[in-house]
């Protein structure tokens, strides 16, 4: 079963089943903007399921990594606001909005060997057929005559714990464009 995974058969030389997961993801979400909302100087994103029979992500759901990126620019080209650009290593900052499960130990503690979960402490995914949205509250700057770029991105693992697993850099992970939105402010 292909599913999400495009590295493994990928890894192993099978470029078609990877290509099938790719389109699978690439057809699986949308992406739509509020603009009347930039007025008060904020963001509103609608992200929507509407290719999977299923919640997005599926699976995996601790491990997997489904994440907007955002980028907003002034009209001279600078940015002003950024949210889940990775970093050098590829590894996402602490205030991404992902979509996956974190589970816990049961006393409210997150664990990382799903074996050792007791509980769910979050679990923030788009259910089959379903919107959510995301209010970004961008800075008090003019934002007329910019730019905005949102993406929605997914790789089947986070780049830390293959890192950790693997050794730094060894594996980098593909990261998939599911969905994607410009537009100027």
Do not use: C
């Not at 992500?57 to 620019?73: A, C, F, H």
């Not at 057929?129 to 693992?157: F, M």
């Not at 998939?176 to 410009?182: G, L």
């Amino acid at each position: 079963f292909v599913g999400a995974t495009a590295y493994l058969p990928k890894l192993n030389g099978d470029l078609e089943k990877s290509q099938m997961a790719i389109s699978r993801l690439q057809n699986a979400a949308a992406l739509a903007l509020d603009k009347k909302s930039l007025d008060q100087h904020k963001l509103i994103i609608e992200v929507s399921n509407v290719g999977a029979g299923h919640y997005l992500p599926t699976g995996l759901t601790d491990i997997r990594q489904m994440w907007l990126e955002i980028v907003v620019k002034d009209k001279k080209g600078k940015t002003i606001f950024t949210s889940g650009v990775r970093d050098k290593n590829k590894y996402l900052p602490d205030d991404t909005i992902i979509y996956h499960t974190i589970f816990g130990d049961g006393q409210g503690n997150p664990v990382q060997n799903v074996a050792k979960a007791r509980e769910i402490l979050k679990d923030k995914r788009v259910p089959p057929k379903q919107s959510v949205l995301e209010t970004i509250v961008l800075p008090q700057e003019d934002l007329e005559g910019g730019k905005i770029k949102v993406s929605l991105l997914y790789r089947s693992a986070s780049q830390k714990m293959l890192d950790t697993i693997a050794g730094k850099g060894k594996h980098p992970l593909p990261i998939v464009k599911m969905a994607e939105i410009q537009s100027k402010l």
